[in-house]
């Protein structure tokens, strides 16, 4: 099973904060909100995540590179300066998801799910 994180939004509703930062990386409780998601669906067994990128995208490029989580393999795609939004961000993805079903998960949520019970369905 593999997931993507959809990560490429430029976070206008809270500006001024993510002028430097993208919204996936901000934290929350000393944690960031991408870091969340991809502990839940690692936790839950999936250890393959593409995540789309537009603004600051290599930021989050480079805050994937320094995880170190044994297995997990983590690609980014950019869509460039302009999202192309959760339908084009897909589309955009599918050479990395082609494989089988995929979950598909918004990089500014957070919640307290446990995927495994699905993941394992």
């Known amino acids: 099973m593999k997931a993507m994180i959809l ?3 430029r976070g206008e509703r809270l500006m001024p904060y993510t002028d430097q930062t993208p919204k996936p990386l901000l934290m929350v409780d000393g944690i960031s909100l991408l870091e969340r998601n991809i502990n839940g669906l690692y936790g839950a ?17 480079d805050f994937v590179t320094q995880l170190d989580l044994p297995g997990l393999h983590i690609a ?3 869509e460039g300066d302009t999202p192309l939004g959760t339908g084009g961000g897909i589309f955009n993805a599918l050479d990395h998801l082609q494989d089988g079903p995929f979950w598909v998960i918004n990089a500014d949520i957070i919640t307290s799910y446990n995927f ?4 394992l369905a």
């Open 7 to 9: 990560a490429a939004g």
């Open 76 to 78: 980014c795609v950019h």
């Open 116 to 119: 495994a019970p699905i993941v």
């Open 45 to 61: 067994g999936i250890r393959d995540i593409v995540i789309n990128t537009s603004w600051l995208g290599s930021h989050i490029q």
